[in-house]
C-alpha cells in the first residue's frame, strides 16, 4: 500500500481551522482528506504554535531584519550628511583659489 497523496500547503489551514471551528473532528477531517489523525494532529498544533509566535512577537517591537534596516538607514543618513559637508568645503576651497564660481549668483 502507497503513501497517500500530499496535501497542498495552502489547503492545510483550511483543514485546520474546520477542525478549530468545529466543523468536524480530527478524525472526520483524516477520513475525509484520506491522511492520519496524527498528521491534522500535528498541523493543528503547528497551526496554533505559529499563531502564538506571531502574536508574541508582534507585541515585542520591531523584528531584527527591521533593526537591522534602520541601523543601515542611520548609517547611511550619516554617511550622506558627511559627505555633503565635505563637498561644501571642497567648493568652498575652489571658491578661494579660483574666485566666485558663475553658477552660484
Not at 498528521?39 to 503547528?46: L, N, P, T, V, Y
Given at each position: 500500500?502507497?503513501?497517500p497523496p ?16 468545529g ?8 477520513r ?7 498528521s ?11 499563531g ?5 512577537a508582534?507585541r ?5 531584519r ?12 550619516q ?8 563637498a ?10 579660483l574666485?566666485p ?5
Amino acid at each position: 500500500m502507497g503513501r497517500p497523496p500530499s496535501i497542498p500547503a495552502e489547503k492545510k489551514p483550511r483543514i485546520v481551522l474546520s477542525v478549530l471551528a468545529g466543523e468536524m473532528s480530527i478524525a472526520e477531517a483524516a477520513r475525509k482528506e484520506k491522511v492520519s489523525e496524527q498528521s491534522i494532529g500535528r498541523w493543528k498544533a503547528e497551526f496554533v504554535e505559529a499563531g502564538k509566535t506571531a502574536l508574541v512577537a508582534g507585541r515585542s517591537g520591531p523584528s531584527s531584519r527591521e533593526e537591522q534596516l534602520e541601523a543601515e538607514v542611520a548609517e547611511l543618513t550619516q554617511a550622506l550628511g558627511e559627505a555633503h559637508l565635505e563637498a561644501r568645503v571642497w567648493k568652498k576651497s575652489a571658491e578661494g583659489r579660483l574666485g566666485p564660481s558663475r553658477t552660484s549668483r
